[in-house]
């Protein structure tokens, strides 16, 4: 069974960074893209971004460009998100999904993020 | 910046059928963009539910069935059960980027 398991509650300042994990079971990302989401409070869906399998190649959503960074590290079969200058519209919950092909299958639990002064 | 609309609500009674679809800003819904969909029930994360327009998941249960229908993508549930009452996501690939539709809330009355 594959198992994301994300890193846990995130209370963050405005101006803050922010550094979530999302980690796999077994070896369930190695041939597979990893896509961040994220949830504001009552809304939809949003995509923020995705990292290749090998580590080198990411693309981000052209609103979140210059504050977010994904990174893996393929040893321990885990996906960092990083972001920057925190806004209180960032508090979301933050979803990793994996892909491969085009295909989304499994998806972390979230990880909830606020940000307030 | 690319727009993905979906039905912001649908009611439907057990048993019943009903047809979400998903349309793009850019035009015609084609087999190229990928679609997903995705259900999310309150307080869960999302589920993936439809891949590549039409194919399940081994845990998509029958009732199920995606398609592309006049331009959109579509995702059809046939034998409404109360536990489908959720949101409803449809994801399209567009290059390197993903967009979301904003959901459609699905209500079993």
């Known amino acids: 069974q594959v198992q994301l398991v994300q890193s846990g509650a995130e209370v963050k300042t405005p101006g803050a960074s922010l550094k979530i994990s999302c980690k796999a079971s077994?070896?369930?990302?190695?041939?597979?893209?990893v896509h961040w989401v994220r949830q504001a409070p009552g809304q939809g869906l949003e995509w923020v971004g995705r990292?290749?399998?090998?580590?080198?190649?990411?693309f981000y959503a052209q609103r979140f460009q210059g504050r977010v960074t994904l990174t893996r590290d393929t040893s321990t079969s885990t996906v960092y998100m990083d972001l920057s200058s925190l806004r209180s519209d960032d508090t979301a919950v933050y979803y990793c999904?994996?892909?491969?092909?085009?295909?989304?299958?499994?998806w972390g639990q979230g990880t909830l993020v606020t940000v307030s002064s | 910046q690319t727009v993905v609309t979906q039905e912001p609500s649908l009611t439907v009674s057990p048993g019943g059928t009903v047809t979400l679809t998903c349309a793009a800003s850019?035009?015609?819904?084609?087999?190229?963009?990928?679609p997903n969909w995705f259900q999310q029930k309150p307080g869960q994360a999302p589920t993936s539910l439809i891949y590549?327009?039409?194919y399940k998941h081994s845990w998509t249960p029958a009732r199920f069935s995606g398609s592309l229908l006049g331009g959109k993508a579509a995702l059809t549930l046939s034998g409404v059960q109360p536990e489908d009452e959720a949101e409803y996501y449809c994801?399209?690939?567009?290059?390197?980027?993903?967009?979301f539709g904003g959901g459609t809330k699905l209500t079993v009355l």
């Open positions: 590549s327009t039409s």
């Open positions: 850019t035009g015609a819904v084609t087999n190229d963009y990928s």
């Open positions: 990292i290749n399998p090998g580590g080198d190649h990411t």
């Open positions: 999904i994996r892909e491969v092909s085009s295909i989304f299958d499994y």
């Open positions: 994801l399209l690939h567009y290059a390197d980027t993903r967009v």
């Open positions: 077994e070896s369930a990302f190695t041939s597979h893209f």
